[in-house]
């Protein structure tokens, strides 16, 4: 059985921090990268940030870039996603996903290039 489970999320206040966590299931086949993504109201589901199992390599959007961390440990198949200098602009359900079928930076960074995904956890942060 496959499945991600992300936890972590919650309120806070502009410039406040929270970090995030998500494991898949020991039934998720090994992946090349592992990311998150979020989803505004009205919006379509945009990238986050990325880590790359096989290079070893990190990946952000530019707007999360010197506030946001991407860590993880591929042999329990765990991520997390540290938050800091949160702004209002960073609330949304964030996501946890697994590449597990297309390797390159193109398919790390973007949703078509995962497979699966976590239920969502919010995050709202006021003014």
């Known amino acids: 059985q496959v499945r991600l489970v992300e936890s972590g999320g919650g309120l806070v206040q502009t410039g406040g921090s929270l970090r995030l966590s998500c494991t898949a299931s020991s039934g998720t086949p090994s992946s090349y990268a592992m990311g998150w993504f979020r989803q505004h109201p009205g919006k379509e589901r945009e990238f986050v940030a990325a880590i790359s199992w096989r290079a070893g390599t990190t990946y952000y959007t530019d707007s999360v870039k010197g506030r946001f961390t991407i860590s993880g440990d591929n042999a329990r198949k765990t991520i997390y996603l540290q938050m800091n200098f949160l702004k209002p602009e960073d609330t949304a359900v964030y996501y946890c996903?697994?590449?597990?079928?297309?390797?390159?930076?193109?398919?790390?960074?973007?949703?078509?290039?995962?497979?699966?995904w976590g239920q969502g956890t919010q995050v709202t942060v006021s003014p």
């Open positions: 996903a697994a590449n597990v079928a297309h390797d390159g930076y193109i398919y790390y960074t973007s949703r078509e290039g995962y497979s699966y």
